[in-house]
């Protein structure tokens, strides 16, 4: 006779608001302090206790398994809907953008973390929330650094279960951190996470190299083509002239005068500042101050004579423009470097846009092209 082992399990009621306590990191008691106004009077503290700690047991339960989506997606210990298990999934490797911002950039290891307490007093989000959101920062770096064969995105989505968009934050996080670039100058504090998330997204389209690698690196062809164009751009005479006068015939057509004026006379200065930002981007240390290169001696310095993010971003159209029309260079090098050039523009035309804003708590510093 066959012998059969059966097992029953309830189904489990997932409530979305003490879940949401749950990832806030608040105590039972805190969170029936905030959810007894919403319940029906009848309800007593000791009923509506018991029941937001049933809850939490379960998601507590579920934490380990959810460090390994993959392997809580296939589990049938917790009877879930698979839609009930990507939602869980979704939810706990959400996070908060002012939690991510006091860290983005930093190493991930454990004095980072042991530091979360100031995170936790800058931004009021509970200790135990930051520590998730820290952790599981962590978790996918670990998992993705030895990777290969996809892109970053495509691996966190695979090995996480994440949706596209939050995989691409994931993304973006991981390229900072990697790179080790700098968000905590004192300039850089008007600027929040997805402001440097979508300058990630841009360096990462814009200014990587196409390896096997899952961490992608900045493209050292990129900064090598740049250093080319710099000697040439900026050493002939007659190469800068022509140049110079190109985009300034361009640009005169809605540029103010003055302005255009002011942009003429420090034209070399501008060009060389832009090659300047692409030569160090495959510098390990220097390409750490990149967001501050960035913003000091091209941002902060349109801001001076008075342009406009419009005026900047028809300015960059046009070197990109222009530069296959010079005639002092010869076709073979407009076509050997006109790839990289307009790689290197295109980023520093995006980010610049994104990052044209003024320190929200000084007056920007006076700056100029000959700096």
Not at 55 to 66: A, F, S
Not at 344 to 350: D, N, P, Q, S, V
Request: net charge positive.
């Amino acid at each position: 006779m066959s012998e059969w082992m059966v097992t029953t399990s309830s189904a489990i009621v997932l409530d979305e608001s003490i879940l949401q306590l749950w990832l806030l990191g608040h105590s039972v008691d805190q969170a029936a302090n905030l959810r007894k106004p919403t319940v029906r009077a009848s309800i007593s503290m000791l009923v509506l206790k018991s029941y937001i700690m049933s809850q939490y047991r379960t998601y507590e339960m579920m934490h380990h398994y959810l460090h390994n989506p993959r392997y809580f997606a296939g589990q049938f210990m917790f009877p879930l809907s698979q839609s009930a298990k990507q939602h869980l999934i979704e939810r706990y490797y959400s996070f908060d953008e002012s939690v991510i911002r006091e860290i983005l950039g930093k190493k991930l290891n454990s004095r980072t973390r042991k530091d979360l307490d100031e995170v936790h007093e800058k931004t009021g989000v509970k200790l135990t929330s930051c520590r998730r959101q820290f952790d599981n920062l962590k978790r996918i770096m670990k998992r993705v650094e030895d990777a290969e064969g996809r892109t970053l995105i495509k691996d966190i989505e695979h090995q996480f279960l994440l949706p596209h968009q939050l995989a691409s934050q994931y993304a973006h996080i991981l390229f900072i951190a990697d790179n080790k670039l700098d968000t905590f100058r004192k300039r850089l504090s008007c600027y929040q996470f997805p402001d440097f998330e979508y300058c990630a997204s841009v360096f990462m389209e814009n200014w990587t190299s196409n390896t096997t690698d899952t961490l992608p690196e900045f493209d050292p062809q990129l900064a090598q083509d740049t250093r080319d164009l710099k000697s040439q751009l900026l050493n002939d005479r007659a190469v800068l002239d022509e140049f110079k006068n190109r985009v300034s015939n361009s640009l005169s057509q809605s540029a103010h005068p003055p302005v255009m004026e002011r942009i003429q006379n420090s034209f070399k200065v501008v060009l060389r500042n832009i090659l300047s930002v692409g030569c160090m981007i495959n510098q390990q240390k220097e390409v750490r101050s990149i967001f501050v290169e960035i913003t000091e001696k091209l941002v902060d310095a349109f801001m001076q004579v008075g342009w406009s993010a419009v005026d900047m971003e028809l300015f960059y159209d046009c070197m990109i423009q222009e530069f296959q029309n010079l005639s002092a260079l010869t076709s073979q090098y407009r076509e050997r470097y006109g790839t990289s050039w307009i790689r290197l523009i295109t980023g520093i035309k995006l980010t610049s846009i994104r990052l044209f804003k003024q320190p929200t708590s000084q007056s920007i510093l006076q700056r100029s092209f000959t700096r």
